[in-house]
């Protein structure tokens, strides 16, 4: 592993999305609160698993709000570079397959935190949430906030322009998200929904994420990390094979 390159590449990559934090990390915590805030008042008699509506809803927007930023952070980035013309950048250095995805990967996972960490310090004075599992948060925080950042590559590198990465964020991954759970409880939707939300990997993302907060009475949190786990591995696998063979970048 060339330890300067992959330091090099990482320092890049973090203090590309720094440089204009008010953008990445603030914009994002700010617009979570807005939700919180919008919806609670909307919704304001309504109850999940015997809590307040805005206690329930709180972590689903924080996870929500580091996934969709882990996915922004790596497909921006790649898409940015091809659009700018210096990807060549990242394909003459002698980089090896797997340390360009770590380093990707590690820098969207520093993005996701900062933002779930800020939103939560910007709902506290609003919810009555606690850590009741903290080896929860850490697992579905990052096994998360990974496989965004996995989607993201491919995203990134199969765009071609904004306009292709703007479909993906409206038609794939904001509708997964919403419908994973974030503003409602699964356990009241009617067959085949029912099934159908148990095959979306953001409701484990959430659901499992949400447990570590308040008490859900949740019993698929093995079954969520097993299957995220899978799903990250596959991603995994299928970002080795797109950068190996220079698919979308190359030519």
Known sequence: MSF????????????????????????????????????????????????????????????????????????????????????????????????????????????????????????????????????????????????LSLIGLVAGIWAEKFDNMSAITNFVITPLTFLSGTFYSVDRLKEPFYTISLYNPFYYIIDGFRSSLIYTGSESIINGIVYITALNAIMYLICYYILKSGWKLKS
């Open 4 to 147: 300067i390159g992959s330091v090099t590449l990482f320092n890049k990559e973090v203090k590309r999305f720094l440089k204009v934090y008010q953008q990445t990390i603030v914009a994002p915590a700010f617009t979570s609160l807005l939700f919180l805030l919008v919806i609670n008042v909307a919704l304001e008699e309504r109850t999940a698993y015997k809590l307040n509506y805005i206690d329930f809803l709180a972590p689903g927007l924080i996870v929500m709000g580091m996934m969709q930023n882990a996915f922004a952070n790596t497909s921006s980035s790649l898409l940015s570079s091809k659009v700018a013309g210096n990807i060549v950048d990242l394909l003459m250095p002698p980089f090896r397959v797997n340390e360009i995805i770590i380093v990707y990967c590690m820098a969207a996972i520093i993005r996701a935190s900062l933002v779930g960490i800020l939103t939560f310090l910007m709902m506290t004075p609003f919810v009555n949430i606690e850590l009741l599992n903290f080896a929860n948060l850490i697992i579905f925080s990052i096994l998360g906030s990974l496989l």
